[in-house]
């Protein structure tokens, strides 16, 4: 035994050494200055023991392997040099991993990810669970950086470099066990219980290492890189701008030059690590951006709650989709309409996800189960949560208060999914009007991470913590905000599609202005996301705001509105879609792109001051989150108020006063900023 803080070293009968790894006062295993120090002391140990017949690594937490590095230790460092040395002293000791003369083991269940996954590589064996949640994979570009403990050398080694960047690296998605297995990444995959039994078997009879196939090993050759590198880029930059999002094609670079087994390639490595911290923002934006996100995640924790049963009301292409996607999930879902014809789109639609999504015929009709049409609506006196996802219209969404409240069971969750009306109108008719919360889903559902869980002034704190908790059960992230028209994310984001509309209405094209916004980092230009969340939608919540803040809805939204072009759903809107996608004219003229800009994201940022200034939302980083999560707000800019406040004060107000001379009041400095 050893007495190390984050460590447990034990060698058992055979001569093999478990190391269990089990970062205190942490959730999940991550890696950081002390984890590493005391790794390597254990090595050393483990050197010298000469009766030591093979090692094997473990994690002692019930939940995972190791989640990578700790993130918020690349916040902490006062310098770049103190993160290249995180980097070198991760290399070095992986590095002595690697080096031991005896059988190394990493046995893997659970998330195996980043800094983890590098731990693992630089074993000789890697031996994963059969479990769904054993997923590997190195997720840092995301981050805005790549692998810096050698994944970037080791893992283009184990089964060849394109397979390397183009399946795992560059997309940053974590594969399943088995999906890793057949690339070569992990020797093999069993179930759990024959686990350590397995991960026994590859120390006493030493298979051979697992090398890359003829095809993969040919990718590595000096004279092939150039060709793969060239054609991964333009894949890449088919996504993502290098100027907004450089860590990518970083990786290819250093690939393409480098591609080598050396010391040198560990060291360059590196270099190109630090070079993407300290060149640009991104990175440091990124890291914020995921901190935010485990921000988020921690609402949920104040509840225990876990809802087996949801019952939807409203089958429209909102709820059809809500229902769709919490029956994904794995929780029983009765989605009630006023016919089987009004529901059976909803269900097409959930088959066409389930099939993208899950691929396999079994876990497609388990997912297709858990989804019940019930027009008649038997769900609603058994379910856990009650979501109403009808139209906006306030008579309507009050009378199916009343006919839920009668019919709900005491301790379920009423909930509905209003884009703009203040719940305190909605629950007027209520008996109980604490019960009530909003839980807003944002379009599309099954790609847009946030949910809002809205709180009047009578919702009863337990009912807002239990939302939160059901939000995170289906792999959403919850954002607490306040009732007020439009809440957050609409809110903020209404100015910015009144401010395209009134572009338009100038006559510059939906092209122009839409790669104006993605030339600014936009993940989708506004007159597209127009579209996608729908005219009718944006129509009322634009009437809805108007009501209460004052100001005009475009003729254009009631033009299209009466024409039926409703956006993507109907086929057209701005643009015409063709499978699913907009019809777009090449862009001739380019000028004016920055003027464009500005004004629709100075719209978006004096309505994200208002809303602070309201309190809204608790602070400007969960207003920040809810912008990149609920709107792709270019994240790689950290959110509307932290650009603000890097834009500058001084330059930030002169611009609004020179914009609010050429077009008007609209433009005219909130006081919260």
């Known amino acids: 035994m050893s007495n190390y803080k984050h460590w447990q070293m034990e060698i058992d009968a055979s001569h093999i050494v478990w190391l269990g790894f089990n970062r205190q006062k942490a959730a999940v295993n991550t890696i950081n200055d002390e984890v590493l120090d005391e790794l390597n002391s254990l090595l050393h140990e483990i050197s010298l023991n000469s009766e030591a017949k093979g090692l094997i690594i473990y994690s002692l937490k019930n939940k995972g392997f190791i989640a990578g590095a700790d993130i ?58 059969d479990d769904k949640d054993t997923r590997i994979g190195l997720p840092e570009v995301m981050l805005g950086i790549h692998p810096g403990w050698g994944g970037t050398v080791r893992l283009p080694k ?70 793969l590198a060239k054609f991964m880029r333009n894949r890449v930059a088919k996504k993502l701008r290098k100027e907004h999002y450089p860590a990518p094609f970083a990786v290819i670079d250093l690939w393409e030059k480098e591609g080598g087994f050396d010391e040198r390639a560990y060291l360059k490595e590196a270099d190109s690590v630090e070079q993407l911290i300290t060149q640009n923002q991104t990175a440091m934006n990124l890291i914020r951006a995921f901190l935010l996100r485990e921000r988020l995640k921690s609402f949920a924790k104040s509840s225990d709650f876990h809802a087996k049963h949801v019952h939807v009301i409203g089958a429209g292409v909102m709820g059809g989709d809500i229902a769709a996607w919490c029956a994904l999930k794995g929780t029983r879902v009765t989605l009630q309409d006023k016919s089987y014809t009004q529901i059976a789109p909803a269900i097409a639609r959930a088959q066409t996800l389930y099939n993208k999504k899950l691929r396999k015929p079994r876990l497609v009709q388990i997912a297709m189960d858990n ?16 979501i109403e996802a009808v139209f906006e219209n306030l008579e309507v969404k009050q009378a199916i208060m009343k006919e839920i409240e009668a019919h709900a069971k005491p301790d379920a969750i009423i909930a509905t999914n209003t884009s703009s009306i203040p719940l305190e109108d909605i629950s007027q008719v209520m008996t109980n009007p604490q019960r009530l919360v909003g839980i807003h889903f944002f379009n599309p559902v099954s790609k847009m991470e946030l949910v809002e869980i809205v709180s009047s002034s009578k919702t009863s704190k337990d009912i807002t913590e239990r939302a939160c908790a059901f939000v995170n059960q289906i792999s959403r992230l919850p954002l607490p905000v306040l009732s007020s028209p439009g809440f957050l994310v609409n809110r903020v984001l209404m100015p910015y599609l009144m401010e395209c509309v009134q572009l338009l209405g100038e006559g510059y094209s939906p092209e122009q202005i839409d790669e104006a916004a993605l030339s600014f980092g936009m993940m989708m230009g506004p007159v597209e996301l127009a579209d996608t969340v729908g005219i009718d939608v944006c129509n ?134």
């Not at 002595?96 to 990810?113: D, K, N, Q």
């Not at 996954?117 to 669970?129: H, N």
């Not at 879609?577 to 629709?600: C, F, M, T, W």
């Open 371 to 386: 989804l019940i049409a019930d027009p008649e609506g038997h769900g609603l006196a058994r379910a856990d949560v009650i």
């Open 540 to 673: 009322a919540v634009a009437e809805n705001l108007t009501a209460h803040f004052g100001g005009v809805v475009p003729e254009k939204l009631q033009q299209l509105l009466q024409a039926g072009k409703l956006g993507r759903k109907s086929g057209e809107g701005f643009y015409r879609y063709k499978n699913g996608k907009p019809v777009k004219q090449k862009i001739k003229d380019i000028s004016g792109h920055d003027e464009i800009a500005h004004r629709l994201i100075l719209r978006m940022v004096n309505e994200a001051a208002a809303c602070l200034r309201e309190s809204v939302v608790a602070d400007s980083d969960l207003l920040d989150a809810g912008m990149i999560f609920g709107t792709g707000f270019a994240p790689f800019r950290g959110g509307p108020m932290y650009y603000a406040k890097h834009f500058g004060h001084d330059k930030l107000n002169e611009l609004f006063a020179r914009l609010e001379t050429q077009y008007g009041d609209r433009f005219r400095a909130d006081t919260g900023l």
């Open 158 to 227: 184990l089964i060849g470099g394109y397979h390397a960047l183009s399946q795992v690296i560059l997309t940053g998605a974590p594969l399943s066990a088995t999906h890793a297995k057949k690339i070569g990444m992990v020797d093999d995959v069993v179930p759990l219980r024959q686990l350590k039994r397995a991960a026994v078997y590859y120390i006493t009879h030493k298979p051979v290492f697992h090398k890359p196939n003829y095809l993969q090993s040919l990718s590595n050759h000096a004279w092939v890189r150039p060709l």
């Open 72 to 129: 918020t230790a690349f916040t902490q460092f006062s310098n770049p040099e103190m993160a290249v040395d995180f980097l070198r002293k991760g290399q070095a000791v992986f590095a002595y991993l690697e080096s031991l003369s005896i059988p190394t083991v990493a046995m893997i269940h659970g998330f195996c990810l980043g800094g983890g996954l590098e731990l693992a590589l630089a074993c000789d064996y890697r031996i994963a669970s």
